[in-house]
């Protein structure tokens, strides 16, 4: 059996690590890093190799253009930062979790940042596991766990639904 991160297209995670960045719940590290990725995946754009290139140091309206840039040249539209928005930062967010990139903490104050307390949709089941963290009801070692295993399943399930 595959994982979810082999299933997943470089231009998807690109895409969904595109959203992150422009929802602003993410540094320019991590965008730079998905360039990368994506240009070692064989995507191929002269912007996404420029973008590939840029450093945390360069200003986000640099790195907002180059992005642009890269995903005109890809054929790709630029995410609107919006609710539609949301499934793909949630995609990248439980991506960077299972590359070990970002902590359960961190996506768990990510998600709340990108998804808000109000109407967590998608990301419902990451912000109970932060509540239930946060209560003492589970220990850490157990959010790890169970924050894996949901995003190992929330990968999968919008793969197949192709959200």
């Known amino acids: 059996m595959t994982s979810p991160l082999e299933d997943r297209p ?5 895409t969904e ?14 965008l730079i890093d998905a360039a990368v990725e994506a240009v070692v995946a064989g995507l191929d754009a002269p912007a996404l190799h420029e973008l590939a290139g840029l450093s945390d140091s360069d200003e986000a309206w640099e790195l907002r253009a180059a992005l ?17 928005t949301r ?7 439980a991506a960077l979790l299972l590359r070990d990139r970002i902590s359960v ?6 998600a ?12 419902r089941r990451f912000l109970e596991i ?4 946060d209560a003492g009801r589970i220990t850490p070692h157990e959010a790890q766990l169970a924050a894996i295993d949901e995003a190992t399943r929330y990968l999968r399930v919008t793969a197949a639904h192709g959200a």
């Open 10 to 14: 470089a231009v998807d995670a690109f």
């Open 17 to 30: 690590a595109s959203a992150l960045w422009l929802v602003g719940d993410s540094p320019p590290s991590f």
């Open 68 to 84: 642009e840039r890269a995903l005109g040249e890809l054929g790709i539209p630029v995410p609107d930062p919006d609710p539609g």
């Open 87 to 93: 499934p793909m930062a949630m995609r990248a967010l």
């Open 105 to 110: 903490r961190e996506l768990v104050d990510w």
């Open 112 to 123: 709340r940042g990108v998804v808000g307390d109000a109407d967590p949709g998608e990301a």
């Open 130 to 133: 932060g509540d239930e963290l």
